[in-house]
């Protein structure tokens, strides 16, 4: 890793851990229903995809055991309502999961509370539109580049994505010629 990437690693651990000390200080989760962190994970995974079947979620999460993951959403599934189960008839062998309304109602929350953490984020660096669609370029190519470490189809979002991510050289003029004249 060279000294940039270094120096950037540093700078979004320190952002990640304010923006986690803010949303603690701030009543995070008074909003929703209280959630451990894996079940939460869970609940935004599915919600990404819609439907997916327990084999995939625990491929996506490696180091949780196959069976805490099947302990979980059964939580989610008969404690907190908030996930449905489904075996396969063509297979049996095989259990896909889906958020229910009140999943989907929690899932909502979270990303608002989310949004509403980094909009504050961003608003506080005071960038001109050029700046902020650099800075959008750059947020959806990480973007990509999780999905693809991750192995996630998001065909839709990802053709989104790079046609911002081509278009980075444009932007990337006007940034420069920005934060020069500025």
């Known amino acids: 890793m060279d000294n940039m990437s270094e120096n950037i690693a540093a700078l979004?651990?320190?952002?990640?851990l304010r923006a986690r000390l803010f949303r603690t200080s701030?009543?995070?989760?008074?909003?929703?229903v209280t959630l451990t962190h894996r079940e939460r994970l869970l609940v935004e995974l599915i919600g990404m995809r819609d439907n997916m079947s327990i084999s995939e979620i625990s491929q996506l999460c490696p180091t949780i055991s196959n069976s805490t993951i099947s302990t979980t959403i059964t939580r989610l599934w008969k404690d907190r309502k908030?996930?449905?189960?489904?075996?396969?008839p063509e297979n049996q062998r095989i259990t896909n999961v889906s958020l229910t309304a009140e999943g989907r109602r929690?899932?909502?929350s979270i990303k608002v509370w989310e949004s509403e953490v980094y909009k504050r984020i961003g608003a506080s660096l005071g960038l001109s539109p050029e700046q902020d669609e650099y800075f959008k370029a750059v947020i959806e190519i990480a973007i990509i580049f999780f999905n693809h470490k991750l192995g996630f189809q998001m065909e839709r979002a990802e053709t989104v994505y790079t046609h911002r991510a081509e278009?980075?050289?444009?932007?990337?003029?006007?940034?420069?010629?920005?934060?020069?004249?500025g």
């Open 167 to 181: 278009n980075v050289q444009l932007v990337d003029k006007s940034f420069r010629r920005t934060k020069i004249e």
């Open 26 to 32: 701030n009543g995070a989760g008074k909003h929703v």
């Open 82 to 88: 908030l996930v449905e189960k489904k075996i396969l």
């Open 12 to 16: 979004m651990y320190e952002t990640n």
């Open 106 to 108: 929690v899932l909502n």
